[in-house]
């Protein structure tokens, strides 16, 4: 490990990073450490969140037993210091970023910790979202969410900023998801396979499946509970040129807004541009491509040589079930599209929706 004269970081990084990844790498427990150290194990755990300063004994401590000089840890205390510093000014000069965030929700689903220092959790945020402050999350989150195309209840305004935290946790959670190099061939061919799945009742069978088979065309399926302020029902991005990220927030709780959207965001990744991010949410600015998606959907849930019959269907709770089976999806998605179509009030035949809960 180089002495650190020069180390800089690229933001706010507490020495306690540093020391945790080493022991990772050696497969040592930070509380055995913290006994190797002579440490109290509370304290230590202060110290690897930047908590409390990195003292000079410290620093020869850690020299000691990770390998790294002496100079190397009182730099990497001494940038730290500075760059909160410098972060402290930045929050106190941009006060408004971290409200645009669904902080409160963010430590609720653990995807950051919680800070009584705004500064800290700034630099917590910045981390989670892999940026090196303020102005370059705007030009690589903020302005690419606005400018997205967007598909949810109108009733409802997204926040970019709940959308943009909602899509980093996304990529984070698509990183465990292995798969093959991206295959658009494949993954049109796999929607046939995939849609037999809409019978399934249970999101513990059908969603190991659908990851599965997603995965094996280079498409990571991720379903992620959004936060607060956002309203969004999915989204689909290239998180790499050999991978598809299709997120889907499960919003609505029920099978039939589930597998339309699931199937229109597929639609997205087959039909449009690799380069494009499409979130869908209160307001579209792509209402062709939005509406190709939706009318890939429509035919490939209810096929158009099913159409005349779906246009004929008796509105009862027998009827739809026979044509559902016909069909071979499940009766909500039926229930969904007649509402959809017009032909069917918003409040009727609900009870054959499948509804779904998040578990806490």
Request: charge should be neutral; glycine fraction near 4%; hydrophobic fraction near 40%.
């Amino acid at each position: 490990m180089p002495d650190g004269q020069n180390f800089q970081p690229d933001w706010v990084s507490a020495p306690g990073e540093t020391i945790a990844d080493a022991l990772r790498e050696r497969g040592v427990p930070p509380s055995v450490f913290a006994g190797d150290i002579g440490c109290d194990a509370e304290q230590f755990n202060e110290l690897l969140h930047g908590r409390i300063e990195l003292s000079a004994e410290t620093a020869r401590l850690l020299e000691t037993h990770l390998g790294a000089s002496r100079s190397f840890w009182l730099n990497r205390e001494a940038h730290y210091r500075s760059d909160l510093a410098r972060l402290h000014k930045e929050v106190e000069s941009d006060p408004e970023w971290l409200k645009q965030l669904p902080l409160r929700d963010m430590i609720r689903f653990d995807w950051v910790q919680r800070e009584s220092d705004p500064a800290a959790q700034a630099q917590l945020c910045l981390a989670f979202f892999d940026v090196p402050d303020t102005a370059t999350w705007r030009q690589v989150y903020g302005v690419p969410v606005e400018m997205a195309a967007f598909r949810t209840s109108p009733t409802f305004d997204s926040q970019p900023g709940s959308v943009a935290a909602w899509l980093r946790q996304g990529e984070i959670a698509s990183r465990d998801i292995h798969s093959q190099p991206w295959n658009h061939d494949e993954f049109l061919a796999a929607l046939s396979r995939i849609r037999p799945l809409t019978r399934q009742k249970d999101p513990a069978r059908f969603l190991p499946t659908l990851t599965k088979v997603c995965a094996e065309a280079g498409v990571a399926v991720v379903v992620l509970r959004a936060p607060a302020g956002c309203r969004a029902s999915g989204a689909t991005r290239f998180v790499s040129p050999s991978k598809a990220l299709l997120l889907l927030s499960f919003r609505h709780l029920s099978d039939d807004h589930f597998w339309f959207t699931f199937f229109h965001e597929a639609a997205h990744l087959i039909l449009h541009s690799p380069n494009a991010l499409f979130i869908e949410a209160a307001e579209m600015l792509s209402s062709v491509q939005e509406q190709e998606a939706n009318d890939f959907a429509q035919d490939f849930l209810i096929p158009r040589s099913f159409r005349s019959e779906f246009g004929r269907l008796l509105l009862t709770h027998e009827s739809i079930i026979r044509f559902a089976r016909r069909v071979g999806i499940s009766p909500g998605i039926v229930v969904g599209q007649l509402q959809h179509a017009g032909r069917l009030p918003r409040n009727q035949l609900n009870r054959l929706k499948r509804r779904f809960r998040w578990e806490r």
